[in-house]
DNA sequence: ACCTCCTTACTCGTTGACGAGTATACGTCT
DNA sequence: AGACGTATACTCGTCAACGAGTAAGGAGGT
């Protein structure tokens, strides 16, 4: 964030959309909306004219000209600078080549997970199994469309995103049999500590240490 | 982000050490380190000291005294309240049970891949292979060298870590695969709009229309 | 002829995240 | 005994992100 002038990943998204031609904000949005670029990224239109300014304060984009239709409000409509163009393939270099460990919010549930009782966990990861598979499903319908009409370079990002949700359905799955089979190594010491209340001496002190994960 | 009353991750870590005992900010951070749940949850501590005070204001936790020792600034000692106790409960069956799309920036670069040549992609390619290589070597050692001292239920967000960290590497090794032996679909149009700079017609139509993803 | 609702096209104010800074105490190496 | 680093324990200012608000044009119904 301190290295690009503008780190909103909305910034590489209307850079992406204005290599093209030179665009108002608004149709920005309506491109990039009709592209599925929202989904893909995790674009939040609040922020749209904000990143745009900041955009033509760094040298990234410039305004071409102000129009007025009728009474409507003014459009800037801006064009990418050549220092956009740079910015905007070495940003894409860098999100290609250095992996950066992202947390999903799950995997913050999963390291408190011992706030809840081992039965309602089971309950819970059904239900978010079965969210997870409906949304498989979707992605993958639309997927299987789009690829009949489009080049797989402009799915790629799709194909992706399906291969991580496989492998999260693979895992969830296989931890609920295990919670079901109650083969989970511990599933009885983690039951009692919620059905007493107070937790085993073992895990009290592993707990004050707490240093073991170093 | 506007139900919970504090929308930061970091304040469920706070209440996951607080429900232990009564601590001062800095005591916390230095529990949290020492479990390595900074890198399980997304920490920055620049945010601790607010995060803090907003869980007081919304009555998540309460102060029960301040302490000074020698010369040393006051330390405020927080306790979790039973808000506080209902709030964390209530919070880890949402993101245990939710599942809500989070876009890696890996995913925004693959989106806007296309502006890259199809031979630079593999190098960087590469290039995130090996990182990722090792950072899994690394988390995997870890996880082996913990799971002899520690009940799995504390591990168990590193298993789901590793489980996608493995899909991501058999993913890309897939694509390097494809990209090396030049299997990719529409390649050799990606390559040749590289190389002359130009878009086919195919291509400039459906970026126009753009539309087609709906 | 009028009403209503959707789309177009932004503006503004708030909030919270976070980096960087600050200052003292303590241990330890020389 | 002095110096140097490291741990303790915060404070403050900035700045981007975003939700919510605004307001006119146009389409379609009655």
Redesign the interface.
Known sequence: MARRKVGN?MA??VL?VL??RPMHPYEMAS?LR????E????IKWGSLYTVVRNMEKHGLIEAVETVRQGARPERTIYRITDDGRAE??D??????????????????????????APD??ER??R??LA??EE?TDDKRAAHER?SG??????L??N???L??L???L??VRA?LDELGAGT???IE??RRFHETGELPAE?AE???R?????
């Open positions: 990943l590489l998204a992406s290599v093209q491109m009709a592209r599925g670029k989904a893909d990224m995790g905007m393939v940003w894409v270099r860098e999100l290609i080549s250095v992996p950066e460990r992202e947390r999903t919010r799950f995997q913050a549930g999963l390291s408190v997970l011992a706030a809840l309602e966990v819970l990861l239900q978010r969210l997870l949304e789009h009409e489009m080049p797989r370079l402009f790629i990002e194909e992706y995103e291969a991580l496989d492998a999260e693979t895992w931890l989970f190594a511990g010491v983690w895990l592993m707990a004050e707490g240093s073991v994960k170093d």
